[in-house]
């Protein structure tokens, strides 16, 4: 062979091996995809999606493929894109009815925010995936902000948010840090919220943050003016904290802890460690000591700061001790808004004892509860009556009864509409818990914000700074009436005196225990003022 053919020949094989060599090595190392925009990451699919994924979770599926129909409807009209950013896949399967439940209400506010015509913009909502507990929420925030930068995603704000985590902390830093609005509608930890003040205000924490939930510590203060926390005695009373790094944990700890109660001191507060949100690890082991030790005590009331898992083995260990015949009333925080989900008919037993008399109660403040507005607002119309002796007018009723009351009406009409329209949600949305109806109202502050803010061709979409900065002014004329209450916010993007439902799980005396409200907390101590005027000094 002439060697220039050999030369020819060894190069040809070369570029083969090399071309090949580069192919097997992307093909081993190409990103193992789940869907579109969505990669599989230690085991989980994480990432953006709007195309009616369902993230492995069976139960979501429905609703996903609700969102993108929603989506396809309003592609040809002027729309911004919404993130949905929480954990959306779990082993647990109480926890993925809770995700289900979050997304209904994504959906169902997503429908009514892009109600009416002649309105922009409209909503296209995506679903974000962090992973469990927020672990991979680096990539993910990483595609929010090429999205926010895309003229064809337009992000616009991020929603969702379901955890007090430093990974949620993290992840809402860096979005707010780039300028992307964030409303956060479930996350009650008071490290992920802006102080309020003149200089704080000017230099918030996280520029452009909006909650829609009172913090741990409004939630705690609003449970002690309902529960008469001032005026329990401090010997009856006992703090139970989780020690692991936990933002909802530590922060209702600290809530707790600062109740003044009156006379002589009571036992000392009492820890244990859980392994994870959803793993109970040994804290059965720890609660069996923890119990003995409140027997020994005089306490009967136990301020609670833990997830709802370690909640239900608590109160079952509290039961099962049963010292001196002794009824005890565990008071919770949001979380605890879950717990009937975890309970068994065994564990309905196991809290009313063999004499069927309830050993152990549970009150929580709930962020909503959908029989509050029309309880309180019979109780407020039989006290008119019998004060002033005829029917109320419409105009006389209290707005902060009344608005939210119309709001929930309007959430049942939007839910009737979506099951005429055949939309599948994976069952009738449960609006007990009270998720769907804090990301209804979640999608719907969004939808006002977004709508105030568009000015000019309908084409024109609202720059990211203008969607942050509009959060401050809601309120007042410019109120959200939620399903969850009057949504006023401050000029640090905070909820002013934002109510919470006191709820009551109790065992009762047969069968399946009742979730019961018993009434409206609020963190100020008195409703909302009227038109919800926000004073100048907010606590």
């Not at 942050?468 to 109120?479: S, T």
């Not at 209450?485 to 439902?501: E, F, Q, R, S």
């Not at 399946?512 to 009434?519: N, R, S």
């Amino acid at each position: 062979m002439p060697r220039w053919k050999k030369i020819l020949y060894t190069l040809l094989v070369t570029a083969a091996l090399v071309a090949g060599g580069l192919f097997g090595w992307t093909f081993l190392h190409r990103p193992d995809t789940c869907a579109e925009g969505v990669e599989r990451i230690g085991g989980e699919c994480v990432g953006v999606n709007g195309e009616g994924y369902d993230f492995d979770t069976e139960e979501i599926a429905g609703v996903a493929q609700a969102i993108a129909r929603e989506n396809k409807r309003i592609e040809k009209d002027p729309y911004v894109t919404v993130a949905m950013m929480l954990p959306l896949e779990s082993d647990s399967k109480a926890l993925r009815r809770q995700i289900r439940s979050d997304l209904q209400g994504a959906y169902l506010g997503q429908l009514q925010a892009n109600e009416g015509e002649g309105e922009p913009p409209k909503i296209r909502l995506v679903l974000a995936n962090p992973g469990r507990e927020y672990a991979h929420q680096a990539p993910v925030v990483d595609t929010l902000l090429r999205m926010a930068r895309s003229p064809e995603d337009r992000l616009r704000a991020v929603t969702g948010f379901n955890l007090s985590l430093d990974a949620t902390t993290e992840a809402v830093g860096r979005l707010t840090a780039n300028k992307i609005p964030v409303l956060a509608s479930r996350i009650t930890g008071d490290g992920i919220a802006n102080e309020e003040g003149l200089d704080a205000v000017a230099k918030p924490k996280f520029p452009g943050l909006a909650r829609i939930i009172p913090t741990n510590y409004q939630v705690a203060r609003a449970l002690a003016a309902f529960t008469g926390g001032q005026d329990r005695e401090d010997r009856r009373t006992v703090l139970v904290h989780d020690t692991r790094q936990d933002s909802y944990n530590e922060s209702l700890a600290k809530a707790f802890d600062s109740i003044e109660e009156k006379g002589p001191a009571g036992p000392a507060e009492m820890s244990f460690t859980s392994p994870a949100i959803d793993e109970p690890g040994a804290t059965g082991n720890q609660f069996t000591q923890i119990a003995n030790n409140i027997c020994s005590s005089e306490a009967d009331t136990v301020y609670f700061a833990g997830r709802t898992l370690h909640l239900r083995l608590f109160a079952l260990k509290l039961a099962e001790v049963g010292c001196q015949n002794r009824h005890y009333t565990i008071i919770s925080g949001s979380d605890a808004a879950s717990l009937r989900q975890y309970m068994s008919e065994d564990d309905w037993q196991e809290l009313r004892g063999t004499d069927g008399e309830a050993k152990v109660t549970v009150q929580y403040a709930a962020p909503a509860h959908p029989e509050a507005w029309e309880t309180e607002l019979t109780a407020w119309r039989k006290e008119w009556r019998e004060r002033h002796g005829r029917e109320p007018a419409a105009k006389e009723l209290p707005q902060y009864l009344a608005e939210p009351k119309a709001a929930l009406d309007r959430l049942r009409n939007v839910i009737d509409t979506a099951r005429r329209q055949g939309a599948d949600l994976g069952g009738t949305p449960s609006l007990e818990d009270s998720r769907t109806m804090l990301v209804y109202d979640g999608m719907v502050t969004i939808g006002t914000a977004l709508h105030q803010v568009q000015s000019g061709p309908a084409e024109k979409v609202p720059a990211l700074e203008e969607v942050g900065q509009e959060w401050v002014r809601l309120n007042a004329q410019h109120r959200v009436p939620g399903t969850s209450g009057l949504i006023c916010l401050t000029g640090g993007g905070n909820p002013y005196d934002k109510p919470v439902a006191v709820v009551e799980l109790d065992p009762g005396r047969k069968g399946e225990g009742t979730l019961k409200y018993v009434g409206l907390g609020w963190p100020t101590g008195a409703p909302q003022p009227r038109n919800c005027v926000i004073p100048s000094s907010t606590p």
